[in-house]
T-cell receptor, first 118, second 113 residues
Protein backbone atom coordinates (compact mmCIF):
# COMPACT_ATOMS: atom_id res chain seq x y z
CA UNK A 1 0.00 0.00 0.00
CA UNK A 2 1.09 3.53 -0.66
CA UNK A 3 2.35 5.47 2.35
CA UNK A 4 4.25 8.59 3.30
CA UNK A 5 6.49 8.86 6.33
CA UNK A 6 7.80 11.99 7.97
CA UNK A 7 10.05 10.67 10.75
CA UNK A 8 10.41 13.96 12.60
CA UNK A 9 7.28 15.07 14.44
CA UNK A 10 8.83 18.24 15.80
CA UNK A 11 12.02 20.13 14.89
CA UNK A 12 13.48 23.27 16.44
CA UNK A 13 16.11 25.31 14.64
CA UNK A 14 17.71 28.66 15.29
CA UNK A 15 16.94 31.54 13.00
CA UNK A 16 19.51 31.67 10.24
CA UNK A 17 20.39 27.99 10.55
CA UNK A 18 19.87 25.50 7.75
CA UNK A 19 16.90 23.15 7.68
CA UNK A 20 16.20 19.71 6.34
CA UNK A 21 12.85 17.98 6.74
CA UNK A 22 12.69 14.32 5.84
CA UNK A 23 10.08 12.51 3.79
CA UNK A 24 10.01 8.90 2.64
CA UNK A 25 7.37 7.25 0.54
CA UNK A 26 6.34 3.77 -0.37
CA UNK A 27 5.02 3.23 -3.87
CA UNK A 28 5.66 0.86 -6.76
CA UNK A 29 6.56 3.59 -9.22
CA UNK A 30 7.66 7.20 -9.11
CA UNK A 31 4.78 9.15 -7.69
CA UNK A 32 4.05 12.83 -7.84
CA UNK A 33 5.62 14.47 -4.80
CA UNK A 34 4.66 17.66 -3.02
CA UNK A 35 5.55 19.71 0.02
CA UNK A 36 2.89 21.87 1.65
CA UNK A 37 3.12 24.29 4.56
CA UNK A 38 0.32 25.09 7.00
CA UNK A 39 0.32 28.00 9.43
CA UNK A 40 -1.96 27.73 12.49
CA UNK A 41 -5.63 27.92 11.58
CA UNK A 42 -4.86 28.23 7.89
CA UNK A 43 -5.13 26.07 4.81
CA UNK A 44 -2.22 24.39 3.09
CA UNK A 45 0.08 26.28 0.77
CA UNK A 46 2.04 24.49 -1.92
CA UNK A 47 5.80 24.97 -1.54
CA UNK A 48 7.02 22.84 -4.44
CA UNK A 49 6.34 19.75 -6.49
CA UNK A 50 8.22 17.03 -8.34
CA UNK A 51 6.90 15.12 -11.31
CA UNK A 52 9.92 14.10 -13.34
CA UNK A 53 13.18 15.43 -14.72
CA UNK A 54 15.66 17.34 -12.60
CA UNK A 55 15.68 15.75 -9.16
CA UNK A 56 16.39 19.05 -7.40
CA UNK A 57 13.35 21.28 -7.46
CA UNK A 58 13.04 24.86 -6.35
CA UNK A 59 10.00 26.22 -4.60
CA UNK A 60 8.66 29.36 -3.06
CA UNK A 61 10.07 31.11 0.01
CA UNK A 62 13.60 29.85 -0.68
CA UNK A 63 12.77 26.16 -0.22
CA UNK A 64 14.12 23.33 -2.33
CA UNK A 65 13.70 19.58 -2.31
CA UNK A 66 15.65 16.68 -3.73
CA UNK A 67 14.12 13.48 -5.05
CA UNK A 68 16.25 10.40 -4.47
CA UNK A 69 14.77 7.36 -6.12
CA UNK A 70 17.20 4.93 -4.52
CA UNK A 71 16.16 6.09 -1.06
CA UNK A 72 12.48 6.74 -1.86
CA UNK A 73 12.97 10.12 -0.31
CA UNK A 74 11.96 13.69 -1.03
CA UNK A 75 13.59 15.85 1.62
CA UNK A 76 12.87 19.55 1.97
CA UNK A 77 15.71 21.99 2.58
CA UNK A 78 16.28 25.65 3.24
CA UNK A 79 19.75 27.17 3.70
CA UNK A 80 18.72 29.86 6.17
CA UNK A 81 15.53 29.70 8.20
CA UNK A 82 13.50 32.80 9.03
CA UNK A 83 11.20 33.15 12.05
CA UNK A 84 8.23 33.31 9.68
CA UNK A 85 8.99 29.74 8.54
CA UNK A 86 7.62 28.36 11.81
CA UNK A 87 4.67 26.20 10.74
CA UNK A 88 3.60 22.63 10.05
CA UNK A 89 5.10 21.02 6.97
CA UNK A 90 3.44 18.17 5.12
CA UNK A 91 4.94 15.94 2.51
CA UNK A 92 2.35 14.48 0.14
CA UNK A 93 2.33 11.83 -2.51
CA UNK A 94 -0.04 12.04 -5.44
CA UNK A 95 -1.38 9.11 -7.38
CA UNK A 96 -2.87 10.43 -10.54
CA UNK A 97 -4.46 8.36 -13.19
CA UNK A 98 -7.60 6.36 -13.29
CA UNK A 99 -9.10 7.30 -9.96
CA UNK A 100 -12.69 7.60 -10.99
CA UNK A 101 -11.91 10.21 -13.56
CA UNK A 102 -8.17 10.69 -13.66
CA UNK A 103 -8.21 12.92 -10.63
CA UNK A 104 -5.32 13.48 -8.34
CA UNK A 105 -5.48 11.72 -4.98
CA UNK A 106 -3.06 12.99 -2.35
CA UNK A 107 -1.85 11.07 0.64
CA UNK A 108 -0.24 13.21 3.31
CA UNK A 109 2.50 12.38 5.74
CA UNK A 110 1.88 13.01 9.43
CA UNK A 111 3.60 16.38 9.30
CA UNK A 112 6.62 18.01 10.90
CA UNK A 113 6.09 20.97 13.19
CA UNK A 114 8.90 23.47 12.80
CA UNK A 115 9.75 25.87 15.61
CA UNK A 116 12.28 28.66 15.04
CA UNK A 117 14.31 30.04 17.93
CA UNK A 118 15.48 33.66 17.79
CA UNK B 1 -4.70 35.60 -0.44
CA UNK B 2 -6.06 32.14 -1.13
CA UNK B 3 -7.83 31.59 -4.45
CA UNK B 4 -10.16 29.05 -2.89
CA UNK B 5 -12.70 30.71 -0.63
CA UNK B 6 -14.47 28.84 2.12
CA UNK B 7 -17.40 30.03 4.20
CA UNK B 8 -18.06 30.23 7.02
CA UNK B 9 -14.68 30.42 8.73
CA UNK B 10 -16.12 29.08 11.96
CA UNK B 11 -19.27 27.08 12.63
CA UNK B 12 -20.77 25.77 15.84
CA UNK B 13 -23.70 23.40 15.50
CA UNK B 14 -25.71 21.05 17.64
CA UNK B 15 -26.08 17.39 16.87
CA UNK B 16 -29.60 17.88 15.54
CA UNK B 17 -28.80 20.84 13.30
CA UNK B 18 -28.47 20.95 9.54
CA UNK B 19 -25.80 23.22 8.14
CA UNK B 20 -23.74 23.60 4.98
CA UNK B 21 -20.14 24.46 4.24
CA UNK B 22 -19.41 26.34 1.04
CA UNK B 23 -16.38 26.50 -1.20
CA UNK B 24 -15.77 28.59 -4.30
CA UNK B 25 -12.91 28.82 -6.79
CA UNK B 26 -12.47 30.79 -9.99
CA UNK B 27 -9.28 29.24 -11.31
CA UNK B 28 -11.06 27.14 -13.92
CA UNK B 29 -10.27 23.95 -12.05
CA UNK B 30 -12.55 21.01 -12.77
CA UNK B 31 -11.58 18.86 -9.78
CA UNK B 32 -12.67 19.80 -6.27
CA UNK B 33 -12.05 18.09 -2.97
CA UNK B 34 -13.17 17.96 0.63
CA UNK B 35 -10.64 17.09 3.31
CA UNK B 36 -11.11 16.71 7.05
CA UNK B 37 -8.28 17.63 9.41
CA UNK B 38 -8.26 16.87 13.11
CA UNK B 39 -5.91 18.74 15.43
CA UNK B 40 -2.26 17.81 14.98
CA UNK B 41 -3.13 15.36 12.19
CA UNK B 42 -2.72 15.47 8.42
CA UNK B 43 -5.69 16.16 6.16
CA UNK B 44 -7.78 13.12 5.29
CA UNK B 45 -9.54 12.91 1.97
CA UNK B 46 -13.34 12.73 2.11
CA UNK B 47 -14.68 13.39 -1.40
CA UNK B 48 -13.44 14.22 -4.88
CA UNK B 49 -15.49 15.74 -7.67
CA UNK B 50 -14.27 15.61 -11.24
CA UNK B 51 -16.20 17.57 -13.88
CA UNK B 52 -18.95 18.13 -11.32
CA UNK B 53 -19.44 14.41 -10.77
CA UNK B 54 -18.56 12.57 -7.57
CA UNK B 55 -15.57 10.40 -8.38
CA UNK B 56 -14.23 9.43 -4.97
CA UNK B 57 -16.05 8.89 -1.67
CA UNK B 58 -13.64 7.66 0.98
CA UNK B 59 -16.34 5.73 2.88
CA UNK B 60 -17.58 8.89 4.54
CA UNK B 61 -20.68 8.55 6.77
CA UNK B 62 -23.93 9.63 5.16
CA UNK B 63 -24.35 12.48 7.63
CA UNK B 64 -21.90 14.27 5.31
CA UNK B 65 -23.43 14.98 1.91
CA UNK B 66 -21.38 16.71 -0.79
CA UNK B 67 -22.77 18.66 -3.69
CA UNK B 68 -21.13 20.28 -6.70
CA UNK B 69 -23.75 22.54 -8.33
CA UNK B 70 -21.34 23.93 -10.92
CA UNK B 71 -17.67 23.98 -11.79
CA UNK B 72 -16.90 26.78 -9.34
CA UNK B 73 -18.86 25.72 -6.29
CA UNK B 74 -18.63 22.87 -3.85
CA UNK B 75 -20.87 22.36 -0.84
CA UNK B 76 -20.78 19.99 2.08
CA UNK B 77 -24.14 19.46 3.75
CA UNK B 78 -24.04 18.42 7.37
CA UNK B 79 -26.79 16.68 9.31
CA UNK B 80 -26.94 14.89 12.64
CA UNK B 81 -23.22 15.21 13.25
CA UNK B 82 -21.40 13.82 16.25
CA UNK B 83 -18.96 15.67 18.51
CA UNK B 84 -16.11 13.63 17.03
CA UNK B 85 -16.86 15.29 13.68
CA UNK B 86 -15.45 18.53 15.07
CA UNK B 87 -12.47 19.40 12.87
CA UNK B 88 -11.09 21.76 10.26
CA UNK B 89 -12.78 21.08 6.92
CA UNK B 90 -10.63 22.00 3.96
CA UNK B 91 -11.73 22.48 0.40
CA UNK B 92 -9.27 22.22 -2.47
CA UNK B 93 -9.32 22.42 -6.23
CA UNK B 94 -7.03 21.35 -9.04
CA UNK B 95 -6.77 20.70 -12.72
CA UNK B 96 -8.01 17.24 -13.62
CA UNK B 97 -5.17 14.88 -14.28
CA UNK B 98 -2.45 13.10 -12.45
CA UNK B 99 0.04 15.26 -10.67
CA UNK B 100 -1.93 18.47 -10.68
CA UNK B 101 -1.23 20.26 -7.40
CA UNK B 102 -4.13 21.00 -5.09
CA UNK B 103 -4.95 24.56 -4.09
CA UNK B 104 -6.47 24.74 -0.63
CA UNK B 105 -8.82 27.15 1.03
CA UNK B 106 -8.29 28.29 4.61
CA UNK B 107 -10.90 25.90 5.91
CA UNK B 108 -13.99 25.97 8.08
CA UNK B 109 -13.43 25.27 11.76
CA UNK B 110 -16.43 23.14 12.78
CA UNK B 111 -17.42 22.48 16.37
CA UNK B 112 -20.25 20.05 17.10
CA UNK B 113 -21.82 20.43 20.53
Amino acid sequence: AQSVTQPDIHITVSEGASLELRCNYSYGATPYLFWYVQSPGQGLQLLLKYFSGDTLVQGIKGFEAEFKRSQSSFNLRKPSVHWSDAAEYFCAVGFGGNYGGATNKLIFGTGTLLAVQP
Amino acid sequence: DTEVTQTPKHLVMGMTNKKSLKCEQHMGHRAMYWYKQKAKKPPELMFVYSYEKLSINESVPSRFSPECPNSSLLNLHLHALQPEDSALYLCASSQVGGGSPLHFGNGTRLTVT
